[in-house]
């Protein structure tokens, strides 16, 4: 294959990505009056857990003195609290209220309830290929995420 096929190739996943992003945000995802930041950083501290603010301001590609304003509202809102670093007593870690991750696990339950009803609708050849698809992209997926947070932590450091 040529380096402009190649190109062609690699434009042509690049738009499905960007469909598939446009079909995650535009329909399937409930802001409830939440920013896109916010979210994010909910959605990083679900997922892995009690972070730093600096390691939060990496993962919503913000400014440290945003983010710390950021957190400062999700305080306000009770959806997040700060408690002191184990590790270090100086520090503190920013973690998910009950209130939060309650949130959270509502906002996925109803994107995943959202998404099924729209797979409903596919023919059974098309669910058959889409099936067949993800079988082959989950695993490049996951290890291009990989790639992304060792870049950011990289990044970070």
Known sequence: MGESECDHGRDDVTEAFDEV????IRHLNDHGGLTFPAITCLGRLYRDGPARLTALAA?????????SQLVQRLERQGLVARV?????GRAS???LSDA?????????????DRLTELLATLSPEDDASLRLAMQVIRPIVRRLTET?????AQAGS
Not at 59 to 67: D, E, K, L, N, Y
Not at 101 to 108: E, F, G, S
């Open 21 to 24: 992003i446009r079909l995650m």
């Open 59 to 67: 993962a919503v590609g913000a400014s440290q003195p945003s983010t």
């Open 84 to 88: 002191r670093d184990p590790q270090d």
């Open 93 to 95: 870690l920013i973690v």
């Open 100 to 112: 939060g991750r309650t949130l959270v696990a509502n906002r996925l339950r109803e994107r995943r």
């Open 148 to 152: 992304a947070r060792r870049s950011e």
